[in-house]
T-cell receptor, first 119, second 116 residues
Framework: AQSVTQLDSHVSVSEGTPVLLRCNYSSSYSPSLFWYVQHPNKGLQLLLKYTSAATLVKGINGFEAEFKKSETSFHLTKPSAHMSDAAEYFCVVSVRRRDGSSNTGKLIFGQGTTLQVKP | GAVVSQHPSRVICKSGTSVKIECRSLDFQATTMFWYRQFPKQSLMLMATSNEGSKATYEQGVEKDKFLINHASLTLSTLTVTSAHPEDSSFYIC????????????FGPGTRLTVT
């Protein structure tokens, strides 16, 4: 079975400082991992995805994440926070079939991390 | 990128009535659509998976007779909440994917349902 755990429910940073949102995963197979962002009362937007290619994944709006198998982590980072980055962030893993042969198409969401950006 | 719309964006209904939510893929053919619900300050919980032309597959604990899902075409899926109760009040989000994007789902903007 696959799962993701977001280690912080709430992160607060000052504008212009780095952002780190932590996510650990559990999977018997090489996982497909995603980060999504959700602004208040809005749908979800894909920030980036890891699908067993390069371990350092660059996404939109200056975000990136590094897949570390040894640490079972997929932390999201950004060098400099902007006020518009304030939102809810979800780490997500794709559910594989029991034999690990392929993805089912289903996604499992972490509990979310609220990012607050202070001026 | 691919666009998914939902209608309505907000709906208020009285307890005991039914309400239908539409999910449309605007610029691609969605072979699979997913329905999620999200309670305030919580994560998304998958309710069901809907493949075009076949019956939806519901997650454990989701009542299929209460949450009716229809995926009659490659661009439209509907979720009908039957005999709604206040505890059904939630944010309902759909997503869609196709064979070319098996690693990615495109999400709709969500529908806020309030049952009074």
């Amino acid at each position: 079975a696959q799962s993701v755990t977001q280690l912080d429910s709430h992160v607060s940073v000052s504008e212009g400082t780095p952002v780190l949102l932590r996510c650990n995963y559990s999977s018997s197979y090489s996982p497909s991992l995603f980060w999504y962002v959700q602004h208040p009362n809005k749908g979800l937007q894909l920030l980036l995805k890891y699908t067993s290619a390069a371990t350092l994944v660059k996404g939109i709006n200056g975000f990136e994440a590094e897949f570390k198998k040894s640490e079972t982590s997929f932390h999201l980072t950004k060098p400099s926070a902007h006020m518009s980055d304030a939102a809810e962030y979800f780490c997500v893993v794709s559910v594989r079939r029991r034999d690990g042969s392929s993805n089912t198409g289903k996604l499992i969401f972490g509990q979310g991390t609220t990012l607050q950006v202070k001026p | 990128g691919a666009v998914v719309s939902q209608h309505p964006s907000r709906v208020i209904c009285k307890s005991g009535t039914s309400v239908k939510i539409e999910c449309r893929s605007l610029d691609f053919q969605a072979t699979t659509m997913f329905w999620y619900r999200q309670f305030p300050k919580q994560s998304l919980m998958l309710m069901a998976t809907s493949n075009e032309g076949s019956k939806a597959t519901y997650e454990q604990g989701v009542e299929k007779d209460k949450f009716l899902i229809n995926h009659a075409s490659l661009t439209l899926s509907t979720l009908t909440v039957t005999s709604a109760h206040p505890e059904d009040s939630s944010f309902y989000i759909c997503s869609a994917t196709d064979y070319d994007h098996i690693y990615e789902q495109y999400f709709g903007p969500g529908t806020r349902l309030t049952v009074t």
